[in-house]
């Protein structure tokens, strides 16, 4: 089945949910590792129950961006992923990881609008009445690689940031979850190739 990585920075809610998704084996994707930027991020200890793998590679600790950039890089490629999942990262990733790893992120708004940190403050902010979540194929770009899926979320009054995100993030699990499930079992095309997830005991089956 397919090897993910997933990245994240503090609940990891929507890591657990592809936790869960992985123990049925016809679901086609298993998570070989958990990486942070963050040694406390919440869903680092869900991960290690599960055991699971993790590795906390801390932004403070690496002169500067392209050098955390590739320490991240490094330790992702341990784990030999046939796929990067970005699940409430919050560091922008770099050449490093994106040049050289599938990798796909997942937002909390319905992208272009709202790229950045603060999606769902923003898009409560400008006053829309639909918002939602989007997943993408990372580029080294923010926010702003190839669309994948979107689903939409409608605003509701007295809404605030904290119980619209809770809302946004309840159609994100279900569309991640789909959506790995989908690119593990199917693959997807780069440059008009056939890229396939996934190994065989030969070995591996991934992009030719
Ligand atoms: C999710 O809503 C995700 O879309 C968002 O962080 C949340 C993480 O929740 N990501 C971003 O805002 C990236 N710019 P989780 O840790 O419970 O999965």
């Known amino acids: 089945s397919a ?5 994240i920075s503090g609940t990891g809610s929507n890591m657990s949910a592809l936790l869960d998704a992985c123990r049925a084996p016809e679901y086609g994707a298993q998570v070989v590792a958990v990486g942070s930027d963050r040694p406390g991020a919440g869903g680092l200890e869900r991960a290690e129950a599960d055991g699971v793998p993790t590795f906390v590679v801390p932004f403070r600790d690496y002169t500067d961006r392209s050098e955390w950039d590739t320490a991240m890089s490094d330790r992702i490629a341990a784990f030999e992923p046939d796929l990067v999942v970005s699940a409430g990262f919050m560091r922008i990733l770099g ?8 990798a796909i992120n997942i937002h909390p708004a319905l992208l272009p609008s709202f790229p950045g940190a603060h999606a769902v403050r923003e898009a409560l902010a400008h ?14 770009g923010v926010d702003s690689g190839p669309i994948i899926d979107q689903a939409t979320v409608p605003v509701e009054d007295g809404d605030d940031e904290a119980a619209l995100h809770e809302r946004i993030k309840i159609v994100e699990r279900r569309m991640l979850v789909d959506t ?13 190739r056939h890229v396939r997830l996934g190994r065989t005991e030969q070995g591996r089956t991934n992009a030719s």
């Open 3 to 7: 090897r993910v990585v997933v990245l």
């Open 95 to 102: 050449p490093a990881v994106v040049g050289r790893h599938a």
């Open 127 to 140: 006053g829309v009445r639909i918002t939602g979540t989007t997943i993408h194929f990372l580029d080294e």
């Open 180 to 192: 790995v499930g989908e690119l593990a079992r199917r693959g997807w095309n780069v440059d008009g």
